[in-house]
């Protein structure tokens, strides 16, 4: 079930996928305007993303799943609970706190 919550008058989703809490960052990014695919493919990113792997064996495709269907119905780019504050770090640092 989506969850939204509001941030500075733009929604963020949440929902539990797989058992873990997951964020629709392109919600994040659309209500911040930096753009998603910078973020996504920057080296700091992908760092944190290797980390992730290495320490919980987590791979970027479990933690950054793109759902091919509307909007309305979910579709978009969600991320896991361990890439949420890092994605609102990049966007501010207002956002991520």
């Not at 941030?7 to 949440?14: A, K, L, V, W």
């Given at each position: 079930?989506?969850?939204?919550?509001?941030?500075?008058?733009?929604?963020?989703?949440?929902?539990?996928?797989?058992?873990?809490?997951?964020?629709?960052?392109?919600?994040?990014?659309?209500?911040?305007?930096?753009?998603?695919?910078?973020?996504?493919?920057?080296?700091?990113?992908?760092?944190?993303?290797?980390?992730?792997?290495?320490?919980w064996g987590t791979s970027k495709f479990q933690l950054i799943i793109i759902r091919m269907v509307s909007a309305e119905n979910?579709?978009?780019?969600?991320?896991?609970?361990?890439?949420?504050?890092?994605?609102?770090?990049?966007?501010?640092?207002?956002?991520?706190?």
């Amino acid at each position: 079930m989506i969850q939204i919550f509001e941030y500075e008058n733009s929604p963020i989703q949440f929902e539990v996928i797989n058992g873990q809490v997951m964020a629709k960052v392109t919600a994040m990014f659309k209500a911040n305007n930096p753009r998603l695919d910078t973020w996504k493919n920057s080296d700091s990113t992908n760092r944190y993303i290797n980390a992730c792997y290495l320490k919980w064996g987590t791979s970027k495709f479990q933690l950054i799943i793109i759902r091919m269907v509307s909007a309305e119905n979910g579709g978009g780019t969600w991320i896991h609970e361990k890439l949420i504050l890092n994605a609102a770090r990049y966007i501010s640092t207002v956002f991520e706190l």
